[in-house]
């Protein structure tokens, strides 16, 4: 068949997007043709002087919310998103898929009615991370799209497309949740987690890669975390932590360097140590095949991670680790279920910093149970270790969102959290603008103390 894969805007644009390029090479090995639209670069390119604030990551609600949409976003993107309906025509495709998230519902949304309408026969399906059951019955009672690829997508899609392209009459496929040959939406079992072993180099060959804010490629070591945080959602997406091989890994890094002269690379896993040894034997391999390339990405904080191990990364390329410290105060660390001690900060951070490796860290600001005593302990692991970190990523305050412990377990936190209004403690200790104060006064206190910030304040 021929498939185009879409993905839009708003992404901050560092690199091609591997969800899509990894689809793509799943497809591509069973013999399909495959089309790539990034038209989150393509846009952010475009209207990048007049419009390109609202790419960054504290804008999202202007992307999420339909009315602030209509308003401040919509304007500048809607002859682009024409543009896009062209393309798609143009290369008269069998089926779309649009590789969905929170902050790209708006234009994907709009895109799908509209290719729907020009193109009634047109195969849509969505994946991606906004798949949830809802969302996917609303399109689907709407007979805007044909299917909805719920988790990981590479064998869901192929079992899809081979359905539509050999006209098998459809009962359900798992994975997915689709219109049946009797016209019914139906829901197919979960699908066993993917081999990460099995998967095929993402394919980045179809991108203009001088459109990117970064000069390197996305890398997946694995997918999923081996901790379950209660303000994060990685675990429940993906639900167990799996690794590629360290050869396989080297590979992709090799293959990448000599058909596209891409030396830096940005690791997207949740985190680079979830498998220490894994970890080693990679670093062991690039150090002794002399492969020389850059890397980066986020690591947690654990007893593991060595001095010698540090070493070997910084040998084998590693440039900065970015650890998910979030906060200085033990008390809010156990209460997100963080499991490591501040010592344990102290140590990982020094330790890498000795290493040659820069150090990054995020901070999470109003977790349920942060007072203003725990707002300043954070506050004062920053300043202790200002001259080990590189740069801080104070980030946006807590949001609340699903698939995480909190949202499935508001009371135990004592939150209140009403549709369309900001999430609060009942007794109000935690507030929005008590948390938009913490938050605003934290990057005042990083300008006093010298120290880099990352996004949002910055597209990088
Ligand atoms: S916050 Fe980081 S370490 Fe914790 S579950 Fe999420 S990805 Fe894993």
């Known amino acids: 068949m021929r498939v185009g894969l879409v993905f839009l805007p708003a992404w901050i644009p560092y690199n091609p997007p591997l969800g899509i390029s990894c689809i793509s090479a799943a497809l591509l090995k069973e013999g399909h043709t495959v089309e790539l639209f990034d038209y989150n670069v393509l846009i952010y390119d475009e209207v990048k002087d007049q419009a390109g604030k609202y790419w960054l990551m504290d804008q999202a609600d202007k992307w999420e919310n339909k009315q602030k949409f209509d308003k401040y976003i919509f304007p500048h993107i809607a002859p682009y998103l024409k543009n896009l309906i062209k393309d798609i025509a143009s290369k008269q495709l069998d089926a779309v898929g649009f590789s969905t998230y929170t902050s790209n519902s708006q234009p994907s949304s709009i895109v799908i009615q509209m290719l729907k309408r020009v193109f009634p026969d047109l195969k849509i399906f969505i994946g991606g991370a906004l798949v949830e059951d809802s969302f996917a019955y609303e399109l689907l009672e709407d007979r805007l799209i044909d299917a909805a690829i719920l988790g990981e997508g590479e064998e869901s899609a192929i079992e899809l497309l081979k359905h539509w392209q050999d006209d098998i009459p459809i009962t359900k496929i798992a994975g997915t949740i689709v219109r049946n040959k009797d016209d019914e939406i139906v829901k197919g079992d979960k699908r066993p987690l993917l081999n990460m072993k099995n998967l095929p180099i993402p394919d980045f060959s179809k991108f203009d890669l001088s459109k990117y804010t970064s000069k390197g490629f996305p890398v997946e070591f694995s997918r999923g975390c081996v901790a379950k945080c209660t303000f994060c959602s990685e675990t429940n997406y993906w639900v167990s932590f799996r690794t590629k091989t360290p050869a396989q890994v080297f590979k992709e890094f090799k293959y990448f360097k000599e058909t596209f002269g891409v030396d830096q690379f940005r690791i997207v896993d949740s985190l680079m140590n979830g498998n220490h040894k894994m970890l080693e034997d990679m670093c062991d391999l690039i150090i002794s095949e002399g492969l020389k390339i850059n890397w980066y990405g986020f690591c947690r904080i654990s007893n593991k991670l060595t001095p010698e191990l540090l070493a070997k990364m910084k040998k084998a390329g590693c440039i900065h680790v970015n650890y998910g410290i979030e906060s200085g105060s033990q008390k809010v660390l156990d209460l997100m279920k963080k499991r490591y001690k501040l010592s344990e900060i102290y140590k990982n ?77 009942k007794d109000n200790s935690n507030t929005i603008n008590i948390r938009k104060f913490r938050h605003w006064f934290l990057i005042k206190f990083l300008n006093t103390i010298k120290m880099q910030q990352g996004y949002p304040l910055a597209v990088e």
């Open 349 to 425: 951070v020094k330790d890498t910093y000795e290493s040659g490796i820069e150090v990054h860290s995020q901070i999470l600001i109003g977790f349920p149970g942060e007072g203003w005593f725990e707002y300043f302990e954070t506050l004062k692991l920053i300043f202790n270790l200002r001259n080990f970190f590189h740069k801080i990523y104070p980030g946006i305050p807590l949001d609340i969102t699903t698939r995480t412990h909190i949202f499935d377990n508001l009371d135990s936190y004592n939150v209140i959290n009403e549709p369309g209004k900001p999430w609060r403690t």
